[in-house]
């Protein structure tokens, strides 16, 4: 069961989570000579991502890609490409290599393979996952009744990224499986706000992950999993 965290305020749980993350991409680097990390779109981290491009390691260690995208243009404002390029992958940060899952397939059911060719690049385990919850209780782009849900949720699979059509949400979306996400050394589940934190205790307190694919990264005894949490 995931470790929930709350903090006083937004300032205080972004410098907080900044600092652990860079610490683990140092830590990686220093393992293995270069670190990973996986991380989400949104508003929710925006302030995170713009702390952590000021912390001082050396990024051209780091390989960073996103755990899900939406089917889109990397100049459209709902890319997640677009707002990590735009608040995380400046200064410093530019020297980072960046794993983009979407590319030039009309569908992403198409890009699937290009998307696990680019993927090959990346280092596993993660140094560190980043994850965000949406009030239908999806987290990446694990949707609840996607018609490619049980593959994306299969831990046997190989598979490193599955398209997703949401019944929930618009767009097309590519989306790390699970079996990615949690070949994580830590994962973070990044929370703000009350309607948040009521979706997730009704996550942590049920099995069902069709209804809720959050429940498969909370329940699970793989990889420790910390959820961060701000009113």
Known sequence: MANFVEFSGAAALNQNLSGKIADALRQGIADRGQ???IISGGRTPLELFRQLARQELD??????TLADERWVATD???SNEKLVRNSLLQGEVAKATFIALKNDAVTAAEGEIQAEK????LVLPADIT???MGDDGHTASLFPGSANLVQALDLHSTRR????TPLTAPLERMTLTLPVLLDSRRIYVLLAGEAKRDVYER???GTDQNEMPVRAVLN????PVEVYWTA
């Open 35 to 37: 670190a990973s990390l």
């Open 203 to 205: 996550a942590a307190k």
């Open 161 to 164: 990224c599955v398209a997703i």
């Open 130 to 132: 980043l994850l965000g």
């Open 59 to 64: 990024w051209s260690r780091v390989v960073i």
């Open 76 to 78: 459209n404002g709902s």
């Open 118 to 121: 680019a993927l090959a690049a």
């Open 220 to 223: 699970q005894q793989q990889t």
